[in-house]
């Protein structure tokens, strides 16, 4: 080889290696465990979307590994032990019941993020929300604890409401019945549960509820109840009962009326602590942060049809009215 093609070839060689290295560079990776399916739900897509406005773009800034669970809550902690095989730099979620396999999964050695509706410290993922302590970090809902605030709500508008029944799927990791039933022990409300496990078991729940006389029905917000929840909205406005939930999605399905946080902006905050967690921060020193918007949504044409009056003051208090 001549020394001019040798050096032309070593200097090519070179100029390439950077690139070359620039190219093998492997891009974080993210585990996110979905319960339902590719389309993602508006929440998860509140989710994703944020991400990609943060810069945080999958195929270009960040590789995600996803798993969907497509509503079967008995797939959930084979496909977080999927995920964990991928070695991810974090794992990501949105839910009690979804958060959980993957911290257990993790077993403490890959970042959590993620949003919950109960207590994280009641659910054993953080020692505190000041300074969680352990992999996990994020969000919590808070739904449980305003439940009290609901059965007031309820009470403002049904002022004669004496018996709220609730209805509530007991493998959903929150502790709002608990909540309620205080909150109703202090306006002298009797309340009653009624568990379902699954959509079958509803039917029984209704009639139950129907024998026992109560006036009112409060909703516990779990993905099972959201899937029934036009079916208890048609009970509740074919018998006149009020029924009261904390997701913006049961008054949509006929509900009378919402009031908890705004899940779909509380899990665009999500992305935040995907940022600090890649660019190095612990979970254990983020703070679980609470929501900083909570939502009243008010459905007047179930109202009227139930034939209850809303106050103006409560209507002048709503986020949203569905005419």
């Known amino acids: ?25 492997s891009l974080p990776r993210i585990g996110w465990l979905v319960f339902g399916d590719e389309k993602l739900g508006p929440v998860d897509r509140s989710l994703k979307d944020a991400l990609t406005q943060a810069g945080l773009v999958d195929g270009r ?35 009690g019941d979804v958060i959980k396999p993957l911290v257990e999964a993790s077993k403490g050695d ?3 993020v993620g949003g919950v509706s109960d207590s994280p410290m009641r659910a054993g993922i953080a020692v505190s929300l000041a300074r969680p302590g352990k992999n996990f970090t994020g969000i919590t809902f808070l739904t449980d604890e305003m439940a009290a605030k609901r059965i007031e709500i309820l009470k403002e508008v049904a002022t004669d409401a004496r018996h709220v029944a609730v209805i ?12 309620a039933r205080r909150g109703a022990e202090s306006l002298g409300i009797r309340l009653t549960t009624y568990p379902i496990n699954d959509a079958a078991s509803l039917d029984a729940a209704l009639q139950a509820v129907t024998a026992s006389g109560a006036d ?20 509740g406005r074919e018998r006149r009962l009020p029924v009261i939930a904390s997701w913006r999605e049961f008054v949509a399905d006929g509900a009378l009326l919402s009031y908890g946080p705004s ?11 995907v940022q600090k967690v890649l660019n190095g921060e612990r979970p254990a020193d983020l703070p679980v942060e609470q929501p900083v918007k909570f939502e009243l949504v008010v459905n007047l044409k179930t ?20 005419e």
């Open 1 to 25: 080889m001549l020394r001019r093609e040798f050096i032309a070839v070593l200097c090519g060689a070179v100029a390439a290696r950077p690139l070359a290295a620039v190219a093998q560079k």
């Open 61 to 95: 800034t960040i590789e995600i590994v996803s798993r969907f669970a497509h509503g079967r809550p008995d797939r959930l902690a084979e496909l977080a032990a999927e995920l964990v095989a991928q070695k991810p730099n974090l794992l990501l979620a949105v839910g």
């Open 110 to 112: 890959i970042p959590v």
């Open 168 to 179: 509530f799927n007991p493998q959903h990791f929150d502790d709002e019945v608990t909540f």
């Open 216 to 235: 009112s029905i409060l909703i516990i917000s779990s993905r099972l109840t959201n899937l029934v929840a036009a079916k208890i909205a048609d009970y």
């Open 263 to 273: 899940r779909i902006l509380e899990a665009k905050r999500l992305a935040g602590y």
């Open 303 to 322: 109202a009227r049809a139930i034939g209850l009056v809303v106050p103006p003051s409560l209507l002048g208090r709503a986020d949203e009215v569905i």
